[in-house]
């Protein structure tokens, strides 16, 4: 049972799905076991009937229809309350759906988490090359920067930035980073820190670029072939 990224994102913000998408949910749950669906107004006067602590309802209006329905915004409790009125099979399948959405929104939430290491460590990466530079009399152009990112990315994508929108289908407008995966970002984030010390100390490009291979193999590359694993699964 598949859930889109839009729910898991909002479910990730506020902590609660509002029940006409919990119900589109159950409905498909019913349907892969051969069970009918259930209609909407059965199934909000389920959800009245076994909750006692529901917020204000509010007024939805679905796409493709005119006319609106009644929500409530159901908390993670509140869904599996609900569930467990259906019969053995499919309250099996609401346990399981609902334990990957927490799953998912741990995964999203440590995405973020990553994504903004990732962009701290880039900011002050870029900062440490230009001073360094600086003192050393030297001009830091544009490539410059574009050549550390890349050194990296050779390093955990095994391609430069361009490499890696061509084989993947991305355009020059997608930020590369909003593509990658949360050991990948883990994985920049750690290379750019460590890239950033070595830049301090007055260390080549050159030596730079064997030191951070040394650190990727040693640290983690078994990381990103445990989530290639994960996923293969």
């Avoid at 995964?107 to 990466?125: C, F, G, M, P």
């Avoid at 991305?170 to 460590?194: H, M, P, Y």
Wanted: net charge positive.
């Amino acid at each position: 049972m598949q859930t889109s990224k839009k729910l898991v994102s909002v479910f990730a913000k506020s902590e609660t799905m509002n029940s006409y998408d919990f119900w589109k949910m159950l409905n498909e749950m019913r349907e892969s076991v051969g069970a009918s669906n259930i209609r909407h107004n059965d199934f909000l006067s389920r959800v009245e009937d076994e909750l006692n602590d529901l917020p204000r309802y509010e007024n939805f209006v679905p796409s493709r229809q005119k006319n609106p329905v009644k929500i409530y915004q159901l908390t993670e409790r509140q869904m599996l309350k609900v569930g467990m009125r259906e019969s053995k099979v499919v309250r099996d399948k609401v346990l399981v759906w609902i334990d990957m959405l927490i799953v998912r929104v741990n995964q999203l939430e440590q995405e973020k988490i990553n994504r903004a290491s990732a962009s701290l460590n880039y900011v002050e990466q870029n900062k440490v090359l230009q001073e360094t530079r600086k003192a050393d009399g030297k001009e830091t152009m544009p490539y410059h920067y574009s050549n550390e990112a890349n050194l990296l990315n050779n390093i955990i994508l095994g391609c430069s930035a361009k490499g890696y929108r061509l084989a993947n289908g991305f355009d020059k407008t997608v930020n590369l980073r909003d593509t990658l995966s949360i050991v990948e970002l883990e994985c920049v984030a750690s290379l750019e820190s460590t890239n950033k010390e070595l830049i301090k100390i007055g260390m080549e490009y050159t030596d730079r670029k064997e030191m951070l291979l040394k650190v990727f193999k040693r640290d983690l590359s078994s990381k990103l072939i445990d989530e290639q694993m994960r996923l293969e699964a």
